[in-house]
């Protein structure tokens, strides 16, 4: 059996049979190339001009693909009905094998399939179809094999001329250029294709400029971030789109750039939306190189900030809140030891000096101006979420009503108070005497936002969870601006709502209303809605306010929406303020301790005297069959109140205390208190108050007798 004529290398080496093309073959070739077709028609001309130039029934190119990828076939054939042959170039161990011989031997040129070797890969590929002879050309680029061209006859042998070999030889290189042109044109169109999809569905605005901030190309995020469309950006300068107040670092960003001083350039700064308003963005630029190196156009990624800013805003306006609810819950710590002492001289001054009239007039004075500071630190207590010492059922048309009278002295005349109260009174689980805060310090701010008189009107109601909305507006066009704190209430909610006719608030006024003493008139009138707010937010309320320049304002006070049964005024006699027996004082103020023991000497006690908690729990040892009551001031050095009272009730189980304190550091005064103290005492509390809760503490339980010595 005679062997195919292998070409080593492309060397010649078939019959040498004439051919009348080969001559012009690649200038024909070459024209072909120059028609400017598309890939597709082109490989297709080749083919049809190798049949011509070379003769043979069929010319097939395949290309080599992917791993386990149909290889791409393109294929010509004279008129007749041949056999097909693209579904032998599949993917699989022989074509594999196949490309590999080639690729070592080089072209094969095979007159009679049927000499084949046994073992060769080309019997074994084109095996189950009936050839006669073949003319394999593998297509080389560099060191890579990206197919293989192929002649074949199907009715009679043929014996491939010197000529025809060479012809294969020369198309050769120009084939494999062309399909490793269509490899890379495919391999740029899919790197565009994905960078398309990217640019097109990321959520950041990407956008090109050159070194004058012209855009050249705008994302379709732009269309999201800022209600453009990409066309209506390309072409506009940059500075279109940016207030002054950025140009001037966008400018230098860019200039550092494009000077190749920075590899980026990162600038929160604000871009125009097409509706006006501005977002708030964060741009990461950088230089784009061209071929030669040179920085030629700018590529920007711009974020929108805008919620993140927001948030960034709310979280430091808690931080500061925060911030400042401890410094006032510390300040007015040491405000009501202070206020004690003072207080309680005063009164013990009036004692001691009553019948001057010229005394009095300035000890009363004095003692005006400290309710007024006691009014404050009880403010500054609120705002830091201290005081709901006393929870209790209270209804809220009750405490309203119990203002009245009180509210219409301070208020002036030209402002009419009226009422719009629920049938049946809603219910909260609160403070009392801090819920009559609330309604004082909303009336006070409505009467004073309606200088020239107006109507205020008070109103409560038990309703459900109400709809969020930010921003109203009604038939006349003017906007309504809603300012909401605390924790949406779930459920059932009590509201109190207080609105006045008054100027209402711009946006800005409104942005501010939550601060300490802040005011539209003047400073000095108090915390203002700072201590609301620290009262409700306590009360795990909310407060919305709805305002508008000339349309008055309405602040709603919602509460989660207490059941059961409000606690009915006590009428029993009031208990004397003289009695006798020892009490204990521990506080580690001395002056606090001074006036204390003052006044209960002044109504009959005896007092023992403690300066810290340690000392207290001495002090009771020693003498724990005379002492009849505690009176414990929760903060103290070496030992605080409560754990006092623990030691002392581990000595006698049977002991009475009263707890005393001006601020709730913990937070867990009512738990503390609950613990076994007879009552609570806020300081500062006055002469007449102290003597009622150790009256009362005193009287709850039978005086002990004295244990036998």
Request: hydrophobic content about 40%; some cysteine; charged content about 25%.
């Amino acid at each position: 059996m005679a062997k195919p004529i292998p070409f080593p290398g492309g060397g010649p080496g078939a019959a040498d049979i004439p051919s009348t093309g080969g001559a012009l073959a690649a200038p024909r070739i070459a024209r072909i190339c120059a028609l400017g077709l598309g890939l597709d028609e082109l490989l297709g001309e080749v083919c049809r001009e190798m049949l011509s130039l070379c003769g043979g029934e069929a010319c097939y190119l395949a290309a080599r693909g992917p791993v386990a990828a149909e290889p791409e076939i393109w294929h010509s054939a004279i008129p007749g009905a041949w056999p097909d042959l693209r579904a032998a170039y599949r993917p699989g161990p022989l074509w594999d094998e196949l490309l590999d011989r080639l690729g070592a031997d080089g072209i094969l040129a095979v007159p009679d399939a049927g000499e084949l070797a046994p073992d060769h890969p080309a019997r074994a590929f084109f095996g189950a179809h009936p050839l006669k002879s073949l003319l394999l050309v593998p297509l080389r680029f560099g060191t890579r094999l990206l197919g293989v061209l192929s002649l074949h006859t199907f009715v009679a042998s043929r014996r491939w001329g010197r000529e025809e070999v060479r012809l294969a030889e020369e198309v050769a290189p120009i084939l494999a250029a062309a399909l490793e042109r269509r490899r890379i044109e495919e391999r740029l169109r899919d790197s565009e294709a994905r960078y398309r999809f990217l640019a097109d569905h990321a959520l950041d605005f990407i956008s090109l400029h050159d070194p004058s901030g012209k855009y050249l190309y705008a994302s379709p995020a732009a269309r999201r971030m800022l209600g453009y469309r990409p066309e209506e950006m390309t072409g506009c300068p940059a500075s279109a789109y940016l207030p002054p107040a950025d140009l001037q670092r966008i400018g230098e960003g860019d200039r550092r750039l494009m000077a190749g001083e920075v590899s980026a350039v990162t600038l929160e700064h604000r871009l125009r939306r097409k509706d006006g308003t501005f977002a708030e963005v964060e741009t990461v630029s950088s230089a784009v190189p061209d071929d030669r190196g040179h920085f030629r156009q700018i590529l920007r990624v711009t974020r929108d900030i805008t919620e993140r800013k927001r948030m960034e805003s709310r979280l430091f306006k808690g931080q500061k809140a925060e911030t400042i609810g401890m410094l006032a819950g510390g300040v007015a710590h040491e405000f009501n030891n202070l206020l004690a002492g003072i207080n309680g001289a005063v009164e013990m001054l009036g004692l001691l000096l009553a019948g001057n009239a010229e005394t009095e007039r300035f000890l009363e004075m004095i003692g005006r101006l400290g309710n007024r500071a006691t009014v404050l630190t009880r403010q500054l207590l609120a705002y830091a979420g201290q005081g709901k010492y006393s929870p209790e059922i209270v209804a809220l048309n009750k405490v309203v009503l119990e203002d009245v009278p009180v509210l219409k002295a301070a208020l002036p005349a030209s402002v009419e108070l009226r009422l719009e109260l629920a049938e049946e009174s809603p219910l909260v689980a609160g403070d009392i005497t801090q819920m009559k805060q609330v309604i004082t310090s909303l009336c006070l701010n409505a009467g004073e936002a309606m200088p020239d008189g107006g109507i205020l009107t008070i109103r409560t109601r038990r309703e459900g969870r109400e709809p969020d909305a930010l921003t109203v507006a009604d038939a006349s066009g003017a906007a309504e601006t809603r300012i909401r704190s605390g924790q949406p209430v779930a459920g059932e909610r009590s509201v109190l709502e207080v609105s006045d006719a008054g100027c209402g608030m711009d946006p800005g006024t409104m942005e501010r209303i939550f601060e300490p003493f802040f005011s539209t008139k003047f400073i000095g009138r108090g915390m203002g809605l700072a201590a609301v707010r620290g009262i409700v937010e306590t009360h795990d309320g909310e407060i919305v306010v709805r305002s508008g320049v000339g349309r008055g304002t309405t602040v709603s006070v919602a509460f989660p929406a207490s059941s059961g049964m409000p606690k009915e005024s006590e009428t029993r006699d009031a208990l004397p303020l003289c009695g006798t027996g020892l009490i204990l004082v521990a506080d580690d103020e001395d002056d606090v301790r001074t006036v204390v023991r003052a006044v209960l000497e002044s109504f009959g006690y005896k007092v023992l005297e403690a300066r810290d908690g340690r000392e207290a729990v001495d002090r009771f040892r020693e003498r724990r069959g005379e002492i009849d009551l505690v009176l414990l001031d929760l903060m103290m050095p070496r030992m605080t109140g409560e754990e006092a009272f623990a030691e002392i009730r581990r000595i006698s189980p049977d002991a009475r205390a009263i707890l005393a304190s001006g601020y709730d550091e913990s937070g867990r005064l009512r738990e503390i208190v609950a613990a076994g103290f007879e009552t609570f005492l806020q300081k500062p509390f006055r002469r007449r108050e102290l003597g009622q809760k150790v009256g009362e503490a005193l009287a709850k339980i039978p005086r002990r007798e004295s244990p036998k010595r």
